[in-house]
T-cell receptor, first 113, second 108 residues
Framework: DGGITQSPKYLFRKEGQNVTLSCEQN?????MYWYRQDPGQGLRLIYY???????QKGDIAEGYSVSREKKESFPLTVTSAQKNPTAFYLC????????????FGNGTRLTVT | AQRVTQPEKLLSVFKGAPVELKCNYS??????LFWYVQYSRQRLQLLLR??SRESIKGFTADLNKGETSFHLKKPFAQEEDSAMYYC??????????FGDGTTLTVKP
């Protein structure tokens, strides 16, 4: 099952610790995205990157950081500054062409206690 | 700012009945609209996009620019259609905005 791989599937951390979620794609897509999915709130955009070494804040970027050193990889760090980090995180990628759909990973469920 | 509204969080129909999942959007440019579906224990995936004007698994969606809507319809619902459905709008820069989703349950 190629495409986008997110790891790990479940992640547990203590409050105050930073944690990094992995996202790798082998679709040769230029653009990659991180969304947060909370019950009843749909998907909210955290960060996105349309090209290597460049990324933009989404709607809820506070408390998160990303890097895009390689086309295939777009890791997300949830920092201790994020007030409500417990959530389901989805990574996606797409071609930059018109009407190109998003391809999603299986997600990582992060629990911070 | 662009916005996508799905007014129904939950929708329940009987097998064989018609189903319509509503989606309204606000966007100043020319919209690229999509429907994504998430079946139980599967990843979120594309169902259909407005540009293709296609029918996927019996579902269709027509873009109505006058009403700024992109409702998803199926004339005869099946039990396997039970899933979470998201409407999404993609702007030119590539950023996609999602609605809150509608959970569809098709009862036997």
């Amino acid at each position: 099952d190629g495409g986008i791989t997110q790891s790990p599937k479940y992640l547990f951390r203590k409050e105050g610790q930073n944690v990094t979620l992995s996202c790798e794609q082998n679709l040769n897509h230029d653009a990659m995205y991180w969304y947060r999915q909370d019950p009843g709130q749909g998907l909210r955009l955290i960060y996105y990157s349309q090209i290597v070494n460049d990324f933009q804040k989404g709607d809820i970027a506070e408390g998160y950081s990303v890097s895009r050193e390689k086309k295939e990889s777009f890791p997300l760090t949830v920092t201790s500054a994020q007030k409500n980090p417990t959530a389901f995180y989805l990574c996606a990628s797409t071609r930059t062409g018109v009407n190109s759909p998003l391809h999603f990973g299986n997600g990582t469920r992060l629990t911070v206690t | 700012a662009q916005r996508v509204t799905q007014p129904e969080k939950l929708l329940s129909v009987f097998k064989g009945a018609p189903v319509e999942l509503k989606c309204n959007y606000s966007y100043s440019g020319s919209p690229e609209l999509f429907w994504y579906v998430q079946y139980s224990r599967q990843r979120l995936q594309l169902l259909l996009r407005h540009i293709s004007r296609e029918s996927i698994k019996g579902f269709t969606a027509d873009l109505n620019k006058g009403e700024t809507s992109f409702h998803l319809k199926k004339p005869f619902a099946q039990e396997e259609d039970s899933a979470m459905y998201y409407c999404a709008l993609r702007e030119g820069a590539g950023k996609s905005t999602f609605g809150d989703g509608t959970t569809l349950t098709v009862k036997p």
